[in-house]
DNA sequence: AGTGTCCACTAAACCGGTTTTCTAAACCGG
DNA sequence: CCGGTTTAGAAAACCGGTTTAGTGGACACT
């Protein structure tokens, strides 16, 4: 039999008689063998992978909710549609040399800020993408959400509990080492706190900014530090849950009761902050949603390459008031008023 | 220029007088040229990706809080010896499918029990597999836990609080709608309570075994339904900690307090275990470690190819007691003497 | 019987690289 | 000045399939 007759067997049967066919794959499957994918890949010029991309590690992409919550939206368009996903992060600390390697159809890029030089990469390699909470770049699609307005109901929030005295946890991009900048994120919903308190007269001066790692460990971390150097916050304005609920754990150590000593308002809404006791009073965003809209928007792109305009998805927040949050205790709100 | 030029200019630049070299890259990147990633893998003959297999839908796997942390294992370990990550989850409802276009080097097969007819698919196809919680496939390497040990730990501790009434939360398997024997995960577990139960003169008859979704939303909902049959626990043994969770939800807007009236236990030991109120006492199984043992075996297979002896590992699992359990209720317990 | 269609299958080109082998020029020592 | 060794680059074979363009025989029709 020639090589012609064993690939029709496979993806086009009917071009050959039915006996030769299903002969053709008896012996096939008795020999163990199987079309080589890689070789199939090449010809049929697609791989209906899609790649998600990030600057970090995966293993602590693994181990954070907000992903996990985004991956399953990414995932469930994806497989809607056929598609399946690779992860592409970086190789020996290289994006560049992981996205050189990716065999993808097209990419979800998330967490990824525009100045990063893989984007221009990525496009001069002709792969379609997709940013996900980065819009500074026009040419390619995106889905955001209203982070400012988030951080300003949630710093209203607490304002119109009389707090006055809010630290703000912030989370620091994860190669912070060399690029101390913070990422589009964090500059959105800082300036959304900072909007709100400063209107009410409040001044967010540094010292009450305090950031770390966007984990549990990492807000339980921050606020020790807070307090350590002195800061009394009758608030916590976290600007991940993962960071509110470290600093409800290292604040409860420290004695204080939520809401009656402290309030700790988070972002993301992640499915854990409702389990907490007492729940998070967080800012929610449709996490799983923004997966499901950069799949979507992504296969939008490459069905009609080169083509129409890029398009800017951006998904509503709201505050969800829970437990963690109450008015400011009366003792401090008297010391407040007296100074 | 050849392309045999070209060639070595990305590859191989020492056999080209570095003028040249940097002349040809010089011009590929303007001209925003890369190696075509398929081709390469076609003539390097290898992907230098490692495979994730689930019978799970992808979508479902993500907010699997179990499954993450095992995926941050396997992600730790793969990062770490330079291969990619790639899913391999049923297309269209078939996971042979999904295997045979699948391109990777390896594959790591969790929830997969030996019955399945993949495995036998993988193997004459050649791939290297390790298995994960299912070690009845000698030929295989595979990583387990000591889900029996485990269950017995679980079961004696609320026996010896002086329980009797106890209400075996099930995970069922996911495609139950076809096969609706449990997976040898479930199973394995449930024998491990009964040794015990039986042992201390209990009777566990079926329908104090309810089955269900192995979630959050699975275990309450299977909590309720045993309540609505009349059923009233004093404990709960939860073949998950999700499934715990929902249990104690659940209980919890039927009125009863943990651990005054209901005492629960759950199995895995995820990071919400610790964080919920009251803490969960559950059972600690490494799941991270399954996943870098899993990886670590993978690779010693695929290095020495049709080679020694396939190695079985079993890691150890401990009771974790935390707030979830407690005594008996003492009215119950005298009710229980009387009968 | 001659010829036009169909049918079942095959030869050859192609996908886009890597790798081995080859060639021609430069270099070298005696 | 000549044979032998480097050196820079090119040609050709290969990876393992898919796809296009044949090819030869059976069959039908006039």
Partial sequence: MSKTAVSFAFNNPDRLSSETATRIREVADHLGYRPHPVARLLTQRQTMTLGVLTPQALAVIFSNPFFALFSEGVAHAAEELGYELHFISPRNGSLAAAVRRATVDGVVAIG?????????????????????????????????????????????????????????????????????????????????????????????SPEWIVAGRASIDGGEAAFQRAWAYGLRPTAVLAMSDAMAIG?????????????????????????????????????????????????????????????????????????????????????????????
Same sequence: chains 1, 2.
Avoid: N, W
Avoid at 183 to 192: I, K, P, Q, S, Y
């Fill in 112 to 204: 990824l800020s525009g100045d990063h030089p893989e984007v221009e990469q990525i496009r001069s390699a002709g792969l379609p993408m997709v940013l996900v909470d980065s819009e500074d770049l026009p040419e390619h699609c995106s889905v955001v959400v209203d982070d400012e307005g988030g951080a300003r109901a949630a710093a209203e929030h607490l304002v119109e509990l009389g707090h006055r005295d809010i630290l703000v946890v912030a989370v620091e991009r994860p190669d912070s080492a060399t690029d101390p900048s913070p990422t589009g994120v964090a500059e959105r919903r800082l300036r959304g706190y900072r909007t709100v308190l400063t209107a009410a007269g409040i001044d967010l």
């Fill in 247 to 339: 600093s409800m754990r290292a604040a409860r150590q420290l004695g204080l009761r939520m809401p009656a000593d402290l309030s700790v308002v988070g972002f993301d809404d992640i499915d854990l902050a409702a389990l907490v006791d007492p729940a998070l009073t967080t800012v929610h965003q449709p996490i799983r949603q923004k997966g499901v809209d950069a799949v979507r928007l992504l296969l939008a792109e490459m069905e009609q390459r080169s083509g129409i305009q890029p398009e800017h998805l951006r998904l509503e927040t709201r505050l969800i008031v829970r437990g963690s949050s109450g008015p400011v205790p009366s003792q401090r709100q008297e010391v407040q008023r007296q100074v």
